[in-house]
């Protein structure tokens, strides 16, 4: 798909095929481009979701084949496709000469080439190698990206210099008014073999107790948590590889690091992502108008500062890491807590009419809506087409969530790794939360008379899905 040119095609109707050629108009070598479109062109809490796709699920395809792609917005807006190549070059596919009007409607698929009457097609071309599609959305028309000038031909070369402009000068001060997405593209030449490996599988295990802020209240064990839960998925769970965070370890930089740079780069469609996370959770009020009851909810990493939501891990910053791995299944399991005092909105124990006959260190309260953590972000996602995800949490929206009297896990976490550990057999997440269902309640109940914690599952994936395989 490179720099293109226009040839009539032969077949039942007359296409344009879009093949490669060398082309002087293209901009000077900009360095690693693909890099800096991507990171550069971001929206780290938009008001609104972006999905971009193609029809080879593994996002692979060979020269001389074609490419189709997908688009779909939870607001309407005007669209700009942005392809950067791999040799750097930065073009646009959309607006077209074809396709001139980019304003799309919300919530409908836009498919490029159109799949009736459509009168060219992609072809892929050289060079060949890794490639970045982008998705960019705008409620408002983009100046330095004319659609005048883009309607012109049928991929146009603007440079990464032009997309940087738009971004300054469009988007970088109003991430309420736009959304983006990517996926990337190998291309390869026509013989190349293309591995069929089974999926592999990865774990991020985060836990923190101790909190560099010491107005934020200190927990007890939710490092072990993590640390028994990085064991027992690593032998019992078959990972193929690990990344272990722990109180200090766990810097809100470096859990981005990890999720967002170092899977996104090491995993490939049809990978299984599990991410875990024991800790302080809260709530605050969105900023951004895409929650419906108007709060944000957030994961507290060590290097948090009380009450400066600015350096919380909020839903929507970690719903758009989580969609930056599209294609992969991921499972996020939370012990989370927002214990009383941690929050501006404080929610006491005794705010939810119980009477818990427990000393206020064994508990881990997740408050109004803490289990709503990604789940609206996940919701979002799949209106728009991304799917396979699950979120396992460790008690209802309105309940506590329990460290164990033994001092030695939290609940759900030591009932899970137990569950794993002693099976003979494959554990699906499914029957987990079943085994969890029945084993957390009737614990608390025998332990901490008045408490309750009842498991929840959100579950999005295709089954079966193997805690265990």
């Known amino acids: 798909m490179k720099a293109f040119r226009d040839q009539l095609f032969q077949a039942s109707l007359p296409l344009i095929v879009l093949f490669c050629i060398s ?10 481009s693909r890099a800096a479109i991507v990171e550069e062109v971001r929206n780290e809490r938009p008001g609104f979701m972006v999905r971009v796709d193609v ?7 060979r020269e001389d084949e074609f490419l189709s792609i997908t688009v779909k917005s939870e607001k309407p807006g005007y669209l700009y496709l942005v392809y950067c190549q791999a040799d750097n070059k930065v073009a646009v596919l959309f607006p077209n000469k074809f396709q001139r009007d980019n304003q799309i409607p919300a919530n409908r698929e836009i498919v490029v080439p159109p799949q009736e009457g459509a009168t060219f097609r992609i072809r892929i071309g050289r060079p060949l190698g890794d490639e970045v599609l982008k998705a960019i959305v705008s409620l408002e028309p983009l100046k330095e990206l004319d659609a005048k000038s883009l309607t012109q031909d049928v991929m146009v070369d603007v440079g990464y210099a032009t997309v940087k ?7 970088r001060d109003r991430p309420a008014g736009w959304g983006e997405h990517y996926v990337k593209i190998k291309t390869v030449a026509k013989d190349a073999r293309i591995s069929s490996n089974k999926p592999r599988r990865f774990g991020v295990f985060i836990g923190i107790s101790k909190y560099k802020d010491r107005s934020i209240q200190q ?6 948590d993590a640390g028994v839960m990085c064991a027992v998925m690593t032998e019992s769970g078959a990972l193929d590889q690990t990344f272990l965070l722990q109180n200090d370890e766990a810097t809100l930089s470096n859990i981005e690091e990890v999720i967002r740079r170092k899977l996104t780069k090491l995993t490939s469609p049809g990978d299984e992502i599990f991410i ?7 709530r605050c009020a969105d900023d951004n108008g895409d929650e419906k009851d108007g709060m944000d909810e957030y994961l507290v990493p060590w290097d948090a500062i009380r009450n400066d939501y600015s350096t919380m891990l909020l839903d929507d910053a970690f719903g758009r890491w989580v969609q ?3 294609g992969r299944k991921i499972v996020v399991i939370l012990d989370t807590c927002h214990s009383a005092g941690q929050a501006t909105n404080e929610k006491a124990i005794a705010s939810y009419g119980k009477s818990i006959s427990t000393d206020a260190s064994y508990t881990k309260s997740l ?12 919701a979002r996602t799949k209106d728009i087409g991304q799917k396979e995800t699950a979120i396992l949490a ?28 002693s099976s003979n057999g494959p554990v699906t997440l499914e029957q987990a939360f079943v085994h969890l269902s029945s084993k957390v309640p009737e614990y608390i109940r025998e332990q901490f008379p008045g408490g309750v914690q009842e498991p929840v599952l959100v579950n999005q994936t295709t089954p079966p899905l193997y805690l265990r395989p």
């Not at 927990?219 to 072990?224: E, F, Q, R, T």
């Not at 969530?401 to 899970?416: H, K, N």
Request: charged content about 20%.
């Open 324 to 326: 930056e791995l599209d």
């Open 394 to 421: 460790s008690s209802k929206a309105s309940q506590v969530s329990f460290e164990r009297r033994e001092g030695d896990l939290s609940a759900m976490t030591y009932f899970l790794a137990n569950l794993l550990k």
């Open 23 to 32: 082309s002087p108009a293209f901009a000077q070598n900009l360095g690693n």
């Open 55 to 61: 029809d080879h699920k593994n996002r692979i395809y």
């Open 276 to 282: 875990f996370w024991s800790g302080h959770g809260g």
């Open 367 to 378: 408050g109004d809506g803490a289990v709503d953590f990604l789940d609206g972000e996940f």
């Open 165 to 171: 402009a738009a971004y300054v000068a469009g988007l």
């Open 219 to 224: 927990l007890a064990i939710c490092d072990k």
